[in-house]
Nanobody
Framework: QVQLVESGGGLVQPGGSLRLSCVAS????????LSWYRQAPGKARELVAT????????SYADSMKGRFTISRDNAKNTVYLQMNSLKPEDTAMYYC??????????WGQGTQVTVSS
């Protein structure tokens, strides 16, 4: 049974930091590219960051560059998203995605991040 379980969300003040984690099970984690997406109320889901299966290449949406860092630990079947200098506009539900092909494309249930004073 494939599972992606996110954690680490919460309420943080502007300028603060959070570290999201996503623990995977039920598939060969090291063979999948991993991404974080987010969706704010009334908005479309957007890609935040991606890391390749070996962890050698990362990419970010322009608004996250320099503030967010994606990483993975294949030994722990875990992907992380370190978020610094958080802004109110970063408030959203954050989702973990694992993808190898269009057929093997898995999603977690999400973790809520709220940036507010």
């Amino acid at each position: 049974q494939v599972q992606l379980v996110e954690s680490g969300g919460g309420l943080v003040q502007p300028g603060g930091s959070l570290r999201l984690s996503c623990v995977a099970s039920g598939f060969t984690f090291s063979g999948f590219a991993l991404s974080w997406y987010r969706q704010a109320p009334g908005k479309a889901r957007e890609l935040v960051a991606t890391i390749t299966s070996a962890g050698s290449i990362t990419s970010y949406a322009d608004s996250m560059k320099g503030r967010f860092t994606i990483s993975r630990d294949n030994a722990k079947n875990t992907v992380y998203l370190q978020m610094n200098s958080l802004k109110p506009e970063d408030t959203a539900m954050y989702y973990c995605n694992a993808r190898a092909t269009a057929r093997y494309d898995y999603w977690g249930q999400g973790t809520q991040v709220t940036v507010s004073s």
